[in-house]
């Protein structure tokens, strides 16, 4: 099994595998498009997978494939400061816009969510969900609205998940009023604002 990243109940895996559960529902429709893997659980099946970690050629090829097996081998920290090095230099190389780098912007996201810090892998995500809206990807501002989402539910003090709760509810309600992957998965946005009000009552009865 690959690494798992610390998270709460509410948190989803990082990794849908074949076989898992969601693979098995039974009286499915047999039109409905299956929902592709999104947020954390895309960085964590690219991690993973058996494809190249970036197209032959790239100056980012050997870089990543290190934070990969770093990753993969447990050693997060290794990983972290790997992934920093390395955006670092692709942004001044590249430009920190360029698709191969949100990609490995999106990985630092998901490393630091693996190595304990959510707030970090919050801030990453929602800054990479508002250059993806920039530039017209529905897809993956979506995509790494749902990382934050993650990495929100991680936060455990609800006075900083309420203030970080209401910055990414705004976002992701206004992606969904933009339709796309955002407005078809209206159930997760409900979730979300469900955990707002779980963390409302938790912080009206600390001040109690």
């Not at 494939?65 to 081998?73: G, P, S, T, Y």
């Not at 230099?89 to 630091?112: D, F, M, N």
């Not at 990807?137 to 900083?160: H, I, K």
């Amino acid at each position: 099994m690959g690494p798992r990243p610390h998270q709460d109940a509410a948190a989803p895996a990082p990794v849908r595998g074949r076989g898992a559960p969601t693979d098995l529902v039974l009286d499915a429709d047999p039109d409905a498009r299956p929902t592709p893997p999104r947020g954390f659980d895309a960085v964590a099946e690219a991690v993973l997978g058996d494809e190249p970690a970036a197209p032959a050629g790239s100056p980012l090829a050997a870089p990543l494939e290190r934070i990969n097996d770093a990753v993969r081998a447990g050693r997060i920290d290794t990983a972290a400061g790997l992934a920093d090095e390395t955006v670092a230099h692709a942004s001044q190389t590249l430009g920190a816009e360029h698709p191969e780098v949100l990609r490995l912007r999106e990985l630092t996201a998901y490393i630091a969510y693996l190595g304990g810090e959510p707030l970090r892998a919050f801030r990453l995500s929602m800054d990479l969900a508002a250059v993806c809206r920039r530039v017209g990807d529905a897809e993956a501002a979506y995509g790494n609205v749902r990382s934050a989402a993650t990495a929100w539910r991680g936060v455990r003090d609800p006075l900083l998940g309420l203030e970080l709760g209401h910055e990414l509810t705004a976002l992701w309600t206004e992606l969904a009023a933009e339709g796309g992957p955002a407005a078809d998965e209206a159930d997760e946005l409900e979730s979300a604002h469900a955990r707002m009000d779980r963390l409302t009552a938790r912080a009206r009865d600390r001040q109690t």
